[in-house]
């Protein structure tokens, strides 16, 4: 997911990214395909070298070597709002057939059997981006038809990531089947969704990560697996 998510990236775009997968796309293109990438973390550092898998927004190894250390209003008002970022990660406890994304409560807004955490940014990062990736593993849960609430809308979304495929809109927004990892069937990603998937005519097979590719994110970017898994 990782690999797939930083070849979506090219060389001098602005990226509002967060930590987890995302923040290793980002680092992994900027070492091979993407030098020039710039990294905004919601934290304020913009243009943000770390020399290390940071592990929070709030993490110092995002400030050395920033290009620029701001509060969250300028990031989100000079940046974010003033459409300067091109590509901005995002997840979500649920995402459904349209890319719309929940990260406020599971069930009933008023009666939750989940609460979550929130937006935070990500309405904004939503709304304002050019264009947003979603990287999500697959499952019916994960994958409603519809989001019990829609924190973040899905209209500026333009690939889901998932461990078995690449989900991409139709013209109407909704989401299809575009491409699949090494090994899997169109039939195993239309059973880990909650609605009627449809997939493209042709359908692309995504090349699996390289040898340099999984050097470089097992041990240099995250060598103590804080999140890649063993």
């Given at each position: ?28 293109a ?77 069930g ?5 059997k ?72 169109a ?37 103590k ?6």
């Open positions: 997911m990782a690999a797939v998510a930083a070849r979506e990236l090219a060389d001098g775009e602005v990226v509002f990214v967060g930590i987890g997968l995302p923040n290793l796309a980002c680092n992994l900027r070492r091979t395909h993407a030098p020039n990438l710039v990294l905004i973390y919601e934290s304020g550092a913009v243009g943000a070298t770390p020399s290390r898998l940071p592990v929070s927004i709030g993490d110092p190894a995002l400030v050395t070597g920033s290009l620029m250390v701001c509060g969250m209003a300028d990031v989100f008002q000079l940046f974010l709002q003033n459409g300067r970022i091109e590509v901005g990660f995002l997840g979500g406890a649920q995402v459904d057939r349209h890319g719309n994304i929940n990260t406020t409560v599971i009933d807004y008023k009666r939750p989940v609460r979550l955490p929130g937006s935070g940014g990500a309405a904004e990062i939503a709304i304002h981006a050019q264009r947003i990736l979603i990287v999500s593993k697959l499952s019916p849960r994960t994958f409603p038809e519809r989001v019990d609430f829609v924190t973040s809308p899905g209209q500026r979304v333009k690939r889901v990531i998932t461990d078995k495929a690449v989900l991409e809109p139709d013209d109407k927004g909704e989401l299809m089947l575009a491409a699949l990892y090494p090994g899997i069937e039939a195993d990603v239309k059973a880990a969704v909650g609605w009627n998937l449809r997939a493209r005519a042709r359908l692309d097979r995504l090349d699996p990560p390289t040898a340099a590719e999984l050097q470089l994110l097992r041990e240099v970017l995250d060598p697996r804080l999140y890649l898994k063993s």
